[in-house]
């Protein structure tokens, strides 16, 4: 186990960031041959009996400078979108079978119906839901990136936002949280969490 000097969080070996706070590690190799890296694990996890006064403060003395410059930019930076990345979603509230949930994936995700012939495999697919066939096979294109669009392609019945005007095929519109998309005579809510 290696010990976070940052926290004090026990971390299994092998890691170079700690689970807890992402501060660096120190190394974990602490083979006989390498003495100098012994010091700084065992500095902070083992009493210092077993390292000079010397090595400890040096082991330490090193420590506060990877943390602030490796660590700390790699644990803020990124996992914000992707968690609204791996929870978005629509909902069925009207039309269809209500409650139905259609997961989003990061990416393109087609609105329409399964038709094999024609190569239309939506990943919001109404094929079950939309008896009247008021969904074209290929409806709407909803795009996951750094933020979040919803275009029509062509359809022959639309596609709304927010019960607005008709959005024109080509022109994408941004979507955000509670948004209500309506394509054919179904509607959907947009949800972030």
Request: hydrophobic residues 35%; charged residues 25%.
């Amino acid at each position: 186990m290696i010990r976070c000097s940052e926290c004090g969080h026990e971390n299994m070996d092998g890691l170079e960031y700690c689970d807890a706070c992402g501060a660096k590690l120190p190394t974990s190799s602490q083979t006989p041959a390498e003495p100098a890296s012994a010091p700084e694990v065992t500095a902070s996890a083992t009493p210092p009996a077993e390292a000079s006064s010397t090595d400890a403060e040096a082991a330490v003395a090193e420590e506060p400078v990877v943390p602030v410059t490796v660590s700390a930019p790699a644990v803020s930076a990124a996992p914000a979108p992707v968690a609204v990345l791996q929870q978005a979603k629509l909902t069925i509230i009207r039309g269809g079978t209500v409650g139905k949930v259609f997961p989003l994936q990061a990416g393109d995700n087609l609105i329409g119906r399964w038709d094999p012939d024609s190569g239309a495999f939506p990943e919001v697919d109404m094929e079950n839901d939309d008896p009247e066939a008021r969904i074209s096979r290929k409806h709407a294109l909803i795009k996951m990136g750094e933020k979040i669009t919803i275009e029509d392609i062509g359809s022959l019945n639309g596609t709304f936002v927010n019960r607005s005007r008709r959005l024109e095929p080509g022109s994408p519109a941004e979507l955000k949280d509670g948004d209500e998309v309506i394509v054919g005579k179904t509607f959907f809510k947009l949800s972030l969490s």
